[in-house]
């Protein structure tokens, strides 16, 4: 009887997302129409709709009269029943940026800015969303985004050396204890938003690969600052390595993070040498080297390439050379991203919608 008992609660669940999401793309519609709309029959959807009307989240909208026979009511989904948020904090061309956005539930952008700060602590992302949950009371999940893998709910190598060794995720949800908070890897972030602006719904894997131009300038920076800053004998060994990319993979809809946390750390695959004598060429080499080690393992159809190594007459030379390592029929994609900044929040948006089980949307630009 439980397992039965579990089974139907799935069921009506699934039929609850159903709907939620026919009321989405339709905007206001009858029972019949989402009936029609969602396959499910129209007893169970009015059950359905005089829950979510009760809670608030469906909307009666007008009363509808075909002309003949008794008027229907019609429905519409009240996108601002809870709001979720995004934040996160990145490196580039040498700047240190904190960003944050707030969306409904239809993905309608309420608030959104970047801006410059001096250094990443704890006390940056607390305040950040400190004054998002101030600000807006129906806030429900906000999804953190960090260049860094997390183990066991521990920040390990990230560009801000001040969160390294944090359980960041729980220390966060310590303090804002009436929403929930999500903790997530830049890369993971991004290559899933990719995925669910390019491929939402195909069985596919795609990978996500970003270098900032000064991907180390956080950890390197803060070290010459205070050398006696406090890290494990691991850190401090990681520290001393080059990370110049990282990466995001995502196959089925799902993202791929690994046991540890640790997948996508491009930059720890074995180094092969480049007889280049150029910088670039090397680099070159490098990221060939790289998407040739990919491929293999994770036969991605999509791999995109932004952050601000990367140009066009880069990426044409990185798709030259990796045909000299991959057979035509391997090949993937290679394309360009102009930036990180929309997949990334599409991503993390994502993730934190998905948290109130509401399925997937698009985010939507503010008019």
Known sequence: ML?????????????????????????????????????ISVATCGKILNELCESGEVLEDAITSGGYGRPAKSYAYNGNFS?????????????????????????????????????????????TIERLVEKHGKLRVVSV???????????????????????????????FQKIKVLVENDMNAAAYGFYQNNCRGRDTTIAFIYS????????????????????????????????NFGAGFVSGGRILRGFSG?????????????????????????????????????????????????????????????LRLIAPQHMPQIILRDNIHDEYVGGLLNLALEELSCGVMLVKRKA
């Open 3 to 39: 397992t039965m008992r579990n089974d139907i609660t799935k069921v009506k669940e699934i039929n609850v997302e159903l709907i939620k999401s026919a009321l989405k793309e339709l905007g206001t519609a009858t029972k019949a129409q989402i009936a029609e709309a969602t396959e």
């Open 83 to 127: 709001l979720i948020a995004c934040v996160y904090v990145a490196t580039d061309l040498g700047k240190v940026t904190v960003s944050a956005m707030v969306s409904n539930l239809r993905g309608e952008v309420l608030e959104e800015y970047t801006r410059e700060i001096d250094q990443v602590t704890y006390e940056v992302l607390e305040q």
């Open 145 to 175: 985004g960090i260049p860094g893998y997390i183990t066991n709910g521990v920040v390990g190598l990230c560009n801000f050396v001040d969160l390294m060794g944090l359980p960041l995720k729980s220390m966060l949800q310590e303090k």
């Open 212 to 243: 900032p131009v000064d991907a180390q300038t956080g950890i390197e920076g803060k070290l010459g600052k205070d050398p006696g800053v406090e890290m494990s004998e691991e850190q401090r060994t990681l520290v001393n390595i080059s990370i």
């Open 262 to 322: 640790f997948a996508g750390e491009v930059s720890f695959l074995p180094v092969v040498r480049s007889q280049e004598p150029d910088p670039v060429d090397a680099s070159v080499d490098a990221m060939a080297h790289i998407i040739g080690s990919i491929v293999p393992i994770l036969n991605p159809e999509i791999i995109a390439l932004t952050g601000g190594y990367f140009d066009k007459t880069t990426v044409d030379a990185i798709r030259a050379r990796c």
